[in-house]
């Protein structure tokens, strides 16, 4: 499975941002899709998740309220769409991918992640 995460940029503090996450070649073997973030000298932070199937999601309690996680079954896509943003949401956003994980697991019962996608927030 390859993961091509976009959609990133510069934004003002209260301001919007929707992050894409395009998947290709083997997506069957998925069923999670995650959305985490790593701002420097800081560990990676979950941020969301979505199951292909059913389309259950979980969020962080961070950006409960201000994100939402989607998926486009059709275009193998899975969606972050930031709304009231703050400087401390600034940080590079990786999608990733799990093969047998739930919208529960840590990021490392995931398989395969993308590049990475910087959001900086200005305030």
């Known amino acids: 499975v390859q993961l091509q995460a976009s959609g990133g940029g510069l934004v003002q503090a209260g301001g919007s941002l929707r992050l894409s996450c395009a998947a290709s070649g083997r997506t069957f073997s998925s069923n999670t899709m995650g959305w985490f973030r790593q701002a420097p000298g800081k560990e990676r932070e979950f941020v969301a998740a979505?199951?292909?199937?059913?389309?259950?999601?979980y969020y962080a309690d961070s950006v409960k309220g201000r994100f939402t996680i989607s998926r486009d079954n059709a275009k193998n896509t899975v969606y972050l769409q930031m709304n009231s943003l703050k400087p401390e949401d600034t940080a590079v956003y990786h999608c990733?991918?799990?093969?047998?994980?739930?919208?529960?697991?840590?990021?490392?019962?995931?398989?395969?992640w993308g590049q990475g996608t910087q959001v900086t927030v200005s305030s």
């Open positions: 979505i199951r292909w199937s059913g389309g259950s999601t």
């Open positions: 990733a991918a799990s093969s047998y994980g739930t919208i529960y697991s840590p990021p490392r019962e995931y398989d395969y």
